[in-house]
């Protein structure tokens, strides 16, 4: 096997470097269909005949191959291409290696991004289970950082690309055929590690959600999965779109704000499947209620924040006055402050309804604070969930004792 490597044939490097030191500016933009300007050289030209007749390549001859969410066509043309960028980066004889090394693998390094907007941040924050915050220059693909690039200059109103956050995963190396990839025979048997790691950021961006005090949102544009920059796929991206609110502008992430969204991120993570899954509609409902300009559906989205929060168990009976007293004893306090907590809740309860049934919110000044006041209520408790590791009280036990930390005791 060793006599087959790639990085034994010392042709190939020599052609490569050569190859890598004729590129020329192609001075403007080329469309996918034109070749790449080293193919116009005589080392490119060389090159390339030495890759299209190698025997140990036939791995790229019009397979497909799967990333993340999607399949990509690959051969040998578009390897070369991505040998030539690669070695003005690395040199030729690294380039070939990383060829040899995707080969022989069965696996290689990959990573799901999520685009956010609203969240600028200038500096790469650990939010604790594998997940880190970066700025857009720190995204790991620099095929991704020239497109990101390029987007703040095409004049277009799309939303303001902020931050990303990424996390890394185990691509299984897959080469399908094009019938293969139809019928999808062949694909590996085992859950798709993308999917825990696209969850894993939704995750991590309601929590970040919860950090920002002064509730402007933190919007998820779009994810894709992107290969390391040593592993030679060379192609665009499969995006997944998500459903989009335009928040407001807000100033940098800070260091306090970056802490304190790991230390809830952690111990969500903690939580138990069915806790997290009940805490995510409240958080996600949080969230979309602070970036919405709307004030009809801003407000809608904070009364489902506030039912799934408090009335999840299918209470029966007036649920107005049953969510302002679960709400009043989450949030603690003396008898004042709880009295104080009922009233205002069921006062947002009833604007947000009527936001429901009438396609109108008030517009009293007071109205508005008290709209305000009840999104803290929301952030307050499900950071304090998140930190008690109870992400689903038993109400029933909390009505009768008038608390929330209702440990069973012996009569």
């Given amino acids: 096997m060793g006599e087959s490597l790639l990085s034994h044939n010392e042709s190939i490097i020599d052609k490569l470097d050569k190859a890598a030191d004729a590129v020329v500016s192609a001075g403007s933009p080329r469309t996918p269909l034109q070749p790449p300007t080293w193919v116009e050289t005589d080392e490119g030209a060389a090159f390339l005949r030495e890759i299209r007749e190698a025997d140990t390549l036939q791995l790229f001859d019009g ?8 399949a990509t066509a690959v051969d040998r043309d578009q390897l ?136 402007c949102g933190v919007q998820a544009i779009g994810s894709t999965a992107v290969a390391a920059d040593d592993v030679p796929i060379l192609n665009g991206f499969a995006w997944s779109i ?18 304190t969204a790991r230390s809830l991120h952690e111990g969500f993570l903690l939580l138990g499947s069915a806790d997290q899954e009940h ?42 006055y049953r969510l302002a007293l679960r709400a009043a004893i989450s949030a603690g306090g003396n008898i004042e402050h709880r009295k104080e907590t009922r009233t205002k809740t069921r006062k947002a309860y009833s604007l947000c309804s009527a936001a429901v049934h009438t396609g109108r919110v008030s517009s009293k000044l007071t109205d508005g604070e008290v709209l305000k006041w009840a999104r803290n209520l929301v952030r307050e408790t499900l950071c304090r969930m998140i930190h008690d590791g109870n992400g689903r009280p038993d109400w029933d036990a909390v009505e009768l004792t008038g608390r929330t930390d209702c440990d069973e005791e012996s009569s």
């Avoid at 335009?246 to 802490?259: D, K, V, Y």
Wanted: with cysteine.
């Fill in 80 to 215: 070369a291409n991505w040998m030539v960028e690669r070695a003005r980066i690395v040199r030729a004889r690294q380039a070939v290696e990383e060829v040899d090394q995707y080969i022989r693998c069965d696996s290689f390094e990959a990573y799901q991004v999520m685009l956010l907007s609203g969240l600028p941040v200038d500096a790469e924050w650990d939010l604790g289970g594998e997940i880190q915050l970066v700025p857009p220059c720190a995204v790991p693909n620099q095929h991704l950082q020239a497109a990101w690039g390029r987007s703040l200059w095409n004049g277009l109103p799309t939303p303001e690309l902020s931050s990303a956050l990424i996390r890394p995963f185990h691509q299984q190396r897959v080469h399908l055929s094009q019938a293969q990839a139809y019928t999808g025979e062949g694909r590996p048997p085992h859950p798709q590690e993308w999917r825990v790691a696209q969850q894993a950021l939704e995750d991590a961006r309601l929590c970040l959600a919860l950090v920002r005090t002064y509730g």
């Fill in 279 to 320: 805490l995510r509609i409240p958080m996600q409902k949080l969230n979309e209620c602070a970036a919405n300009l709307d004030r009809v559906q801003a407000a809608i989205d904070l009364r489902i924040a506030l039912e799934s929060l408090f009335l999840y168990d299918k209470v029966q009976g007036e649920q107005t």
């Fill in 63 to 70: 397979t497909l191959q799967t990333i993340g969410s999607s």
């Fill in 242 to 259: 998500h459903s989009y609110r335009t928040p407001q502008s807000e100033g940098a992430l800070i260091s306090f704000e970056a802490r």
